[in-house]
């Protein structure tokens, strides 16, 4: 009976064993099967302008191609558009300086590259014929966002359509400093972060003995070069030549074939996808577009002087509607700063081209009258 109850008592142990292992592996197992929890990203006004890391401002500058000598020459470089953001990728300045004689007619299609950048636009006349068309080639810079853009207008010789550079594009980009910028300007820096090497001991070799050099002759069969072998300095040795001047230092050289280390951003990359236009569309007069379309203030001077008039005045309107620049093209000169004033302060709703989002160009038109 007591032997029974002995096995009774090993039995129920085992099962109590068995139960609690299988628990425990069904847990591990749910554990390994579960994906990661994925943390959303937010999307910044920095990457919707189709730029990688940290960019603080980006100053964009257009140079013309003129022919000196049967070669193109850049042309006295025009500022464009000057653009910050803060660390957060929101953007806190946007100021665009419209080019003389560059508005641009009829309607526009576009085609993109891989990675989204233009690389082709075709001008047609309101009828559908083409009026003109351009291709673009650009350079970038280390984290991939373009430095340089040419743009190359379609031509017609006897050789067929050809295309010829007439304009290049510079953005000057700048960057926050932070520790992924650091390991990216300093790739030495971020392979020794990502694998460290084990220093190997050095040894110290023993102190050279003063021997007397055996005498050889020429015609000696012993007479061989012995290998020569160089002593590993010492620590006192590398100190005293650091403190005398600089040390040459030879690096051993790193296959191309050897991968190199990825860095991540704290930032991910925007996907490819088309890039905003740089260059804006003509709009006409957008008196009838405005979303909010504030009266200008009437000069107290051009009150007592009696100064009545129409001011045109040209802006540019960012992809978001808002007014960018603006510059009174014609009127009273006594009304032409009000009119700027206003027109600052004026909404319009998007503009799409192709499906993206564009710069407008276009004149509102501001009527002073004097009430009788």
Sequence with gaps: MFR???????????????????????????????APATAPVVETDRSRDGLIG?????????AKLLTAEGRPQEGKHQVVEVVAYDLKG????????????ATLTGK????????????????LNPDGTLLSKEMYKYEFDF???????????????????????????????????????VRMVTPGAASAATNPQPM???????????????????????NKKAPVVADLPSASTSAAKLASGPVDVKVQAVSTSQQMPVIALDEPPPSPGPKPILKPVSGGVLNGTAMLLPPPLYPDAAKRMR????????????????????????????LREAAV?????????????????????????YKFALVP
């Design 341 to 365: 004033a206003a027109a600052l302060k004026a909404r319009f709703s998007p503009t799409k081209l192709s499906g993206q989002p564009v710069k407008v160009a276009g004149v509102i038109n």
């Design 54 to 62: 940290p960019v603080r401002r980006v100053r964009t500058e257009v």
């Design 143 to 181: 984290l991939g966002n373009w430095s340089k853009m040419t743009t190359s207008v379609a031509m017609v010789d006897s050789r067929g359509i050809t295309f010829e550079p007439t304009e290049v594009t510079y953005r000057s980009i700048m960057y926050y400093l932070d520790e992924n910028m």
């Design 4 to 34: 029974m109850f002995n096995r009774l008592c090993l039995i129920t142990l085992c099962l109590m064993v068995l139960n609690a292992a299988a628990s425990a592996q069904t847990n591990l197992t749910a554990k390994a099967g579960s």
């Design 108 to 123: 526009e299609v576009y085609k993109y590259d891989e990675k989204g950048n233009i690389s082709e636009m075709t001008m």
């Design 307 to 334: 100064t009545q008039g129409v001011v045109s005045v040209d802006v540019i309107l960012d992809e978001t509607g808002k007014v960018v620049s603006a510059n009174a093209s014609s009127g009273p000169a006594i």
């Design 200 to 222: 190997a001991p050095v040894a110290t070799a023993p102190a050279p003995v003063n021997k007397p050099e055996p005498k050889t002759t020429a015609g000696s069969k012993n």
């Design 90 to 101: 929101n953007k806190i300045e946007n100021q665009y300086f419209p080019i003389a004689g």
